[in-house]
């Protein structure tokens, strides 16, 4: 069974750093087409942060473009998102995603991050 732990979150002052950690088990990181974070804020849709595929390639959403850096670990069997200069609007829960092939997607359980103004 795979399954993915998200870890890391927490409470950080605007302009501070984090470092979200996502643990797979079950099943290699590069077996999937492509590993994700995925964040959701109180009262709005949850929305792509970064994204790692299988041969390596990074996009990122535009708000995190410069400031979120997606990378992976294929020996620990991670993914994780280095957050920096954070601000109040990153607050929201941050949800590991690992897609494909074909229609598998796996979800974490999601690790809460606030950032006070």
């Known amino acids: 069974q795979v399954q993915l732990v998200e870890s890391g979150g927490g409470l950080v002052q605007a302009g501070g750093s984090l470092r979200l950690s996502c643990a797979a088990s079950g099943r290699s990181i590069l077996s999937f087409n492509t590993m994700g974070w995925y964040r959701q804020a109180p009262g709005k849709q949850r929305e792509r942060v970064a994204a790692?595929?299988?041969?390596?390639?990074?996009n990122y959403a535009d708000p995190m473009k410069g400031r979120f850096t997606i990378s992976r670990d294929t020996a620990k069997n991670t993914v994780d998102l280095q957050m920096d200069s954070l601000k109040p609007e990153d607050t929201a829960v941050y949800y590991c995603n690992g897609n494909g092939p074909s229609v598998y997607d796996a979800w974490g359980q999601g690790t809460q991050v606030t950032v006070s103004s």
């Open positions: 790692i595929t299988r041969l390596g390639s990074t």
